[in-house]
């Protein structure tokens, strides 16, 4: 009951405060912003149920009405979410990630830093084709249980946690921030990189990172001892096999199907169908390897949060918010487009250490759609820029996912992640702004 006084407590406080400089309808749609987000982070009700709220609030409030909030709850983009989501729960009740694990461990030296390195690219290259949500959750009880030493467990959760948020941005599907940029780009009718593109131009991003950060949580433990960690790769069973093939499959029809403009056009197929038919044929006898009741495993809370995001960027949009807060903060757009992208990713990742970067993209997509629909490919760039920089916030535990994932393990002290996060997090803006204004 607590939390919920204070989420109105603090929606009052933001529409009161909003009140001299926006017009009621806005201030009272800040507020109700507000509120949700404070539900979303202080648990004092199911994330589900605050993020089904829209549907009440905006309709009762005179935000918008329900048959303009409804539909954001099935935008074609979730179905992707969902048909991916139902091939991480193959891979995880087979335990096929098990061994990707132990496979990538072995690849490296049987040294601290060979370890962090690997549990970070290992959560990376599964959060790039499955939720870093699911990656953080699958590979926690390795992190947890590869050692007893404090300090190292400490660094090996922080590396599948940023490893996780590091990879998530390599392919749309890996971070629910990519999923909400490309609704949101659909919505406007905005050409958006393909599954081949996408990967493309992130790609460089996400190797200096993986590089980098490493790096940084390693030095203090680098001479701790890790000869008690066990690195043997188990073998594979048929069922791993054919699930691996199943997953060859789709890679290789994703690659194929991506467009080589102006060498080759694709196959014209429907990106979010192919994730969504892989999915269900997880289902198909002799073929799958799923029953319906494995469906409960799916996060329908974080599919509810989608639409919620949704939501909230077409109110901002439909009300004129976000053009209002646009014509606010218009100095920005005079400045040279590099110091725009730092700006913009600086503002970004350490506004969203404080809430959701699923919300606070949500809200920053449609603001500085403003700027982008004049910019012409620019914008886009500016677009994904500040997407991206939303999944780059490694300080606190509330900003991301995988960060709320390993606190929960109540082995890492939030001072030390935020010790660590701050320097992560001004490596990720610096490297976001330049690969996006030099390879973009």
């Not at 989501?85 to 830093?113: D, R």
């Not at 404090?150 to 590091?166: D, E, N, Q, T, W």
Request: proline share 5%; aromatic share 12%.
């Amino acid at each position: 009951m607590k939390g919920l006084f204070t989420g109105a407590i603090i929606g009052l406080l933001f529409y009161l405060v909003a009140t001299p400089f926006f017009t009621y309808q806005h201030a009272l749609l800040i507020g109700i912003v507000a509120l949700l987000v404070t539900l979303w982070t202080n648990g004092a009700l199911p994330l589900g149920v605050v993020s089904l709220l829209p549907i009440i609030l905006f309709p009762a409030l005179g935000i918008l009405d329900v048959k303009a909030v409804a539909p954001n709850y099935a935008k074609t983009i979730i179905f992707l979410f969902i048909g991916g989501f139902m091939m991480a729960i193959a891979v995880e009740k087979i335990g096929l990630h098990k061994y990707f694990s132990a496979k990538l461990l072995s690849f490296f030296p049987n040294t601290a830093t060979g370890i962090i390195y690997a549990l970070a690219i290992t959560a990376a290259l599964l959060s790039a084709v499955l939720s870093n949500t699911t990656i953080t959750l699958m590979l926690l009880p390795i992190g947890l249980y590869l050692t007893e030493n404090s300090k190292l467990k400490v660094r090996f959760l922080l590396a599948i946690a940023y490893g996780a948020s590091i990879g998530g941005i390599i392919t749309p599907i890996g971070t629910p921030p990519n999923m909400l940029l490309l609704g949101f780009l659909e919505d406007h009718n905005v050409s958006a990189p393909s599954f081949g593109e996408w990967i493309v131009l992130v790609s460089p991003v996400a190797v200096i990172m993986l590089l980098a950060i490493p790096y940084i949580l390693s030095r203090s433990v680098k001479n701790e001892s890790v000869k008690e960690i066990d690195t043997s790769v188990p073998a594979l069973n048929h069922t791993q096999k054919r699930l691996i093939w199943i997953l060859s499959a789709l890679a290789i029809l994703l690659l194929v199907n991506t467009p080589v403009k102006p060498f080759y056009s694709g196959l014209g197929l429907n990106e979010k169908l192919i994730l969504l038919g892989f999915g269900l044929l997880m289902f198909f006898p002799k073929i799958g390897f799923l029953e319906w009741e494995d469906t409960r495993d799916l996060p329908y809370e974080i599919i509810f949060l989608f639409g919620a995001g949704f939501s909230i960027a077409a109110a901002f949009t439909k009300t004129g918010l976000a053009a209002e807060i646009a014509h606010k903060i218009a100095f920005i757009s005079h400045m040279p487009f590099f110091w725009m992208l730092l700006l913009v990713a600086l503002f970004v990742s350490f506004s969203t250490e404080v809430t959701s970067n699923t919300a606070l993209t949500s809200i920053a997509l449609p603001i500085f759609y403003e700027f982008a629909k004049n910019m012409e490919h620019e914008g886009v760039v500016l677009m994904m820029v500040a997407t991206i920089a939303a999944s780059y916030a490694f300080m606190l535990p509330i900003a991301t996912p995988p960060n709320a994932i390993v606190m929960s393990s109540r082995v890492i002290k939030v001072g030390e992640m935020a010790r660590i996060g701050v320097i992560a997090n001004f490596i990720g803006v610096v490297v976001v702004a330049v690969v996006g204004y030099l390879l973009w």
